[in-house]
């Protein structure tokens, strides 16, 4: 997923643009995702409504 917008108390953790992968479905609206650095060790996790996301496809899976 790509983060297409920062709720504003998450703009300290999360940047527009940050990639991630959904970990958890809170409900329809809002989904848990962890973004991770190159070496594979958590950047972020965080709550995020589906509207701040973008669905990317991952071409190695596809």
Sequence with gaps: ?????????????????DMGTI???????EFEVESV????STKWQCALPRECLRYVPNPSTC
């Design 1 to 17: 997923m790509e983060v297409l917008d920062v709720p504003e108390t998450l703009q300290d953790l999360v940047s527009k643009g």
């Design 23 to 29: 970990v958890l479905v809170h409900n329809a609206h």
């Design 37 to 40: 650095n190159g070496n594979g």
